[in-house]
């Protein structure tokens, strides 16, 4: 593996970079959509609160450009990673209760299931590249879901997908902005 | 008022006579013993009414049946609007507004003052939240939609999931005030809640937003169009990003670009994914443009309000010197080179001739409109 400063890893990290931005952007165009064919195709009112639900990880983050190059990429990958497992969950709920009825909307979260997964495989090349660690996925994994109603189920995956679609653009955002001088790891999407 | 009488009036008298200065100062003691003797009694504050009330004052302790004498504004009221020593004032208006005095009838006493403002109690006021600099903060800006002639106090409470958030107002303009974002990316929405209170009533409206919903930068500045040399149909623009816009490398700015000669109402658009220029390349040669920019966080918010507009008219070539007679007798609607006349431009209307000897002048026409195209080709 190349050194995590060598100037070839810096140009993949750059590369990688770019790519990622480029499918955070694609991603949360995407999402969106599914959310407004999820809310209305679940019934429900778009603008309902939902309160935070366990093990969906929130996309708010006080002094988020404070974070290093590093602490972004792990709080990231576990992010995505916990969604991965809650859009899996939600297209067997999908399946199960609606059957074909449904099969946009379940295409729809299939699609929307790969890209969170090819983002979370994109966000460990970036770690493997900073010479870091990959968390195993056991760590990351949410706690079982507690059995709920098919009201709860949908005003949860509103809770998902809501979430999932602030995540997008934070990790753009991340993804695009230097870290501080200060930090460990070298800052993402750097010249090189 | 008796010491700033008499400090105001010290400049007054610098150079008199003594004898002459102590007769003034005598005359003005006595002037303000009066005032004060008059005032020395009285009720004064200020009184409320909503318009098209009916207003009832009473002079004072005086009773209902003492002679008195109440003014407004200085004029004398008409003793038609008296029940006994009580002012009736029906269906007050706006212009009944100012100040009010009763007098005790002989000894022109002062008994009573206010000063009554007519006005009406607020209605729901207008409130606006925006983020003009994302990702920094917002800013609310509120006004009411019909004046109320008096006095109105605004408070405005902003909260995020359960945490109060403090919004700073601007001095100047006292309806704004801006709050900084303590987290972002968050899908907790917030609740801000503006509150109007007037001696008559109070009203209220609340906003509730999503972070991203309110992102609206300012438009682009500093927007430039000039021609571009020796192209005649091309328009080189240019623009900044918003002076307001803080962090444009890790927010990016999209752009709305909308141009159309001032001839045509319609307009054409070009969005721009990055970048801060754009090469109109079909513009009509030598008409005037008038070009705008919009910009757009690239993932969320809304589109600006349009940059202020710039004019300008693409490259055309100098006129020539026109040489020869045939030249000097071409029309003018032909003396830029941008126009080139085509070859089945109809000079003559076959219609329109009568007799041979207009079809020859039509011919010669003819030639001279093909010598003068190649001489530009």
Request: proline share 7%.
């Amino acid at each position: 593996m190349a050194a995590a400063d060598s100037p070839s890893a810096a140009l993949r990290r750059r590369d990688l970079c770019s790519r990622g931005i480029r499918l955070a952007g694609k991603m949360r165009a995407d999402v969106v959509d599914l959310l407004d064919a999820y809310v209305e195709q679940q019934g429900l009112d778009a603008s309902a609160s939902v309160a935070a639900v366990e093990g969906v990880p929130l996309a708010a983050v006080e002094r988020w450009d404070e974070q290093t190059g590093t602490q972004r990429l792990l709080e990231n990958l576990a992010a995505y990673r916990a969604f991965r497992a809650l859009l899996a969950q939600m297209l067997e709920e999908q399946r199960e209760q609606l059957g074909e009825a449904d099969a946009g909307l379940g295409r729809a979260l299939a699609a929307v299931l790969l890209q969170v997964s090819a983002f979370a495989y994109h966000l460990e090349e970036l770690l493997r590249l900073e010479s870091r660690g990959i968390p195993g996925e056991e760590e990351d994994g949410p706690p079982p879901p507690p059995r709920l109603s098919r009201f709860e189920q949908k005003l949860r995956g509103l809770g998902v997908l809501r979430e999932l679609a602030h995540w997008a653009v934070r990790s753009e955002r991340q993804l695009a902005k230097p870290s501080p001088a200060s930090g460990a790891a070298p800052g993402l999407a750097e010249s090189p | 008022m008796n010491v700033a009488v008499f400090r105001s009036m010290a400049p007054v008298f610098p150079k008199m006579a003594s004898p002459v200065r102590s007769a003034c100062c005598v005359v003005l003691a006595a002037v303000v013993v009066v005032y004060a003797q008059r005032h020395s009694q009285q009720d004064s504050h200020v009184q409320y009414e909503r318009v098209g009330a009916d207003v009832t004052m009473k002079c004072g302790s005086m009773d209902w049946d003492a002679a008195v004498t109440w003014t407004a504004n200085g004029t004398d009221i008409d003793e038609s609007h008296l029940n006994g020593s009580y002012l009736i004032l029906k269906n007050v208006g706006l212009s009944q507004s100012g100040q009010y005095f009763c007098y005790e009838g002989s000894s022109w006493h002062l008994k009573y003052q206010t000063n009554l403002r007519v006005g009406t109690p607020p209605k729901e006021p207008v409130l606006m939240c925006r983020s003009n600099n994302y990702p920094k903060g917002f800013y609310c800006s509120w006004h009411l939609p019909t004046p109320t002639y008096i006095p109105n106090f605004f408070n405005i409470s902003v909260i995020h999931g359960t945490k109060d958030m403090v919004c700073e107002k601007d001095s100047p303009p006292k309806n704004r005030c801006h709050i900084k974002y303590l987290q972002l990316f968050s899908t907790v929405k917030y609740k801000v809640t503006l509150t109007v209170t007037n001696a008559l009533g109070k009203n209220f409206t609340t906003l509730t937003f999503d972070e991203f919903a309110i992102v609206k930068p300012d438009p682009p500045e500093s927007v430039v169009a000039k021609p571009v040399p020796n192209n005649p149909r091309r328009l080189e623009v240019s623009w900044q990003n918003p002076s307001s816009w803080p962090d444009p490398e890790s927010f990016p700015l999209k752009f709305f670009l909308r141009y159309r000669p001032l001839i045509l109402d319609q307009w054409q658009h070009v969005e721009l994914s990055d970048g801060t220029s754009h090469t109109i390349t079909d513009a009509y040669a030598g008409k005037e443009y008038i070009i705008q920019v919009a910009a757009k966080d690239s993932d969320i918010g809304t589109w600006s309000d349009w940059s202020v507009a710039v004019h300008a008219t693409p490259w055309t070539e100098e006129p020539k010197h026109l040489t020869t007679e045939a030249q000097i007798t071409e029309t003018t609607s032909v003396s830029t080179s941008s126009f080139m006349a085509p070859p089945t431009t109809k000079i003559c209307d076959k219609g329109a001739m009568v007799g041979s000897g207009a079809m020859a002048v039509c011919w010669t026409a003819g030639l001279v409109v093909a010598a003068y195209s190649v001489l530009f080709i």
